[in-house]
């Protein structure tokens, strides 16, 4: 008799549960043993493991959920653990669009806004923030997202950009993301936008930096990319800087204003004041 107390795991939870495997067993033990660094009797041996813990999970055929992230076989994740992760990840890395002008005012005006104030792109500094209700990293990093946002309200606007069919085909859902930041308002307290059904932003902004996951950052002073990456420490250390050499550049401008005032040269304004 079966027991009515057990919950029957819907097809969301048997998702999470394989690709929570899949990451324990095949992806991580392996994430640095890339090129000359490569095992192959352990890989062969941790997918007999995989296969055991996803017949306890409940699902038979792994593949049929693993596909859905274009994985399709054992052979296929081997590849890709030998070739090593993509270049943005190694140490070195910048994205080519460091130092080019982009519009941001431009991209997001094509968006549906669904949470915060609206972007008007008065703010010199922007940090766009590429994300999906799924991505786990994303969600953790909203509080603190939220607290740069109002901590330099009126000098740095940061901007959700949410996009659910960032790397699969997925139903162009709004009032799913609404629902979700309703849910999470304490931790998502910045302005949010849907991408549009076609992946406007995704297609424009995203992809041409060519950094290969979310959540993902782009970071913009006076229209020009400055970093590009996760929201982790790298981006705080960029946007640190950013608001550094604006508050220079500010207290320059301060300065000349003041001495063509006066209309006495800019250094002996400033040793004065020094």
Not at 29 to 55: I, L, Q, R, T
Not at 71 to 81: K, Q
Not at 111 to 124: A, I, Q, R, S
């Amino acid at each position: 008799m079966a027991d009515t107390n057990t919950a029957v795991p819907n097809d969301e939870t048997l998702e999470q549960l394989l690709w929570g495997a899949y990451l324990e067993i095949l992806r991580t033990p392996f994430a640095d043993k890339y090129e000359d660094k490569w095992e192959e009797e352990p890989y062969w041996v941790a997918v007999e493991k995989f296969k055991v813990k996803s017949k306890e999970i409940g699902v038979e055929d792994p593949f049929s959920i693993l596909s859905k992230f274009n994985i399709g076989s054992y052979e296929v994740i081997r590849d890709r653990l030998k070739a090593g992760p993509p270049a943005c990840f190694r140490e070195g890395w910048t994205s080519p669009k460091i130092g080019e002008k982009f519009d941001a005012l431009a991209t997001i005006e094509h968006l549906e806004h669904v949470n915060g104030p609206k972007f008007f792109g008065l703010e010199k500094i922007v940090a766009l923030d590429f994300w999906a209700t799924w991505c786990g990293p994303c969600v953790s990093a909203a509080p603190e997202l939220s607290n740069l946002a109002e901590k330099h309200t009126g000098k740095v606007a940061i901007v959700g950009i949410n996009n659910e069919a960032m790397f699969r085909p997925k139903d162009h859902d709004v009032e799913h993301v609404k629902k979700f930041l309703e849910e999470k308002k304490d931790d998502f307290r910045y302005t949010v936008y849907v991408d549009t059904p076609e992946g406007h932003a995704r297609d424009t902004v995203y992809k041409t930096c060519e950094y290969k996951a979310i959540p993902c950052v782009v970071l913009l002073v006076d229209n020009v990319v400055t970093y590009v990456g996760n929201p982790r420490e790298p981006f705080i250390a960029a946007l640190e800087l950013a608001l550094k050499q604006q508050e220079e550049a500010s207290g320059q401008v301060k300065v000349e204003e003041k001495a063509a005032a006066l209309e006495t040269p800019t250094e002996e304004v400033t040793a004065k004041e020094a």
